[in-house]
């Protein structure tokens, strides 16, 4: 059974700083990999999707990567701003599921930017 | 850019009630999910739907939920009788197809709350 887990589970960082978050998932056969951000109350905005033959996808100062093999994906974000304070989710979806792509998720890092 | 729309944001009802979610998924879109997330938890994949019928449905989705698509544009989650454990937000998510390029796309949630 698929799970994903997310690392840390809080971070608070000062503004301008480079920072990584982590996602790993125990079973290497997904379909892709997609990052959100949920503000607090809100719903899910897709950041970045990352297909299972690829290593990262960037957009602005977000970079995915992923690393099938060993479970793993991160999410870069540089410089960053007040702004980007979220809750940052993972979820992936399997290979072998004919026409359900179901999302399976993680639970999240919580991101603060302080000024 | 086109979006996934939910109404209501916000529903509040008695248990034993019947309370019925909207979802207006992006029009071109062929595949709709519901998702859940109880406060604090992991979201949640609940059912998926294609070509009129359920793909697939969670433990979650028992006797108590069904799922319309009554017309060409609304999706619709029913909770036949609410219990206090349903109290959650609610996601609808919709993708164009199945291609591993393509993202869900969410719309911004209904909190339900039973009392």
């Known amino acids: 059974k698929q799970e994903v887990t997310q690392i840390p589970a809080a971070l608070s960082v000062p503004e301008g700083e480079n920072l990584v978050l982590n996602c790993s998932f125990t079973?290497?056969?997904?379909?892709?990999l997609q990052w959100f951000r949920q503000d607090p109350g809100k719903g899910l905005t897709s950041l970045l999707l990352?297909?299972?033959s690829q290593r990262e996808q960037t957009s602005g100062r977000l970079n995915a990567s992923l690393d099938k093999s060993s479970g793993r994906s991160t999410l870069y974000i540089a410089a960053s701003q007040p702004g980007d304070s979220a809750t940052y989710l993972c979820a992936v979806s399997l290979l072998h599921a004919g026409n359900n792509r179901k999302l399976i998720w993680g639970l999240g890092t919580s991101l603060a930017v302080n000024p | 850019e086109p979006e996934v729309t939910q109404t209501p944001s916000h529903q509040v009802t008695q248990m034993g009630q019947e309370v019925i979610l909207r979802c207006v998924p992006i029009?071109?879109?062929?595949?709709f999910y519901w998702y859940r997330q109880i406060l604090g938890q992991k979201v949640e994949f609940l059912v998926s739907?294609?070509?009129?019928?359920?793909?697939?449905k969670s433990e979650i989705f028992d006797d108590q939920f069904s799922v319309e698509r009554p017309d060409g544009s609304n999706f619709t989650l029913k909770i036949r009788s609410t219990k206090l454990e349903d109290s959650a937000m609610y996601f609808c998510a919709s993708s164009e197809s199945h291609g591993s390029n393509q993202p869900q796309h969410f719309g911004d949630g209904t909190r339900l709350s039973i009392l």
């Open positions: 079973d290497s056969a997904i379909y892709n």
């Open positions: 990352i297909q299972s």
């Open positions: 029009s071109n879109h062929l595949y």
């Open positions: 739907f294609y070509n009129n019928e359920i793909s697939e």
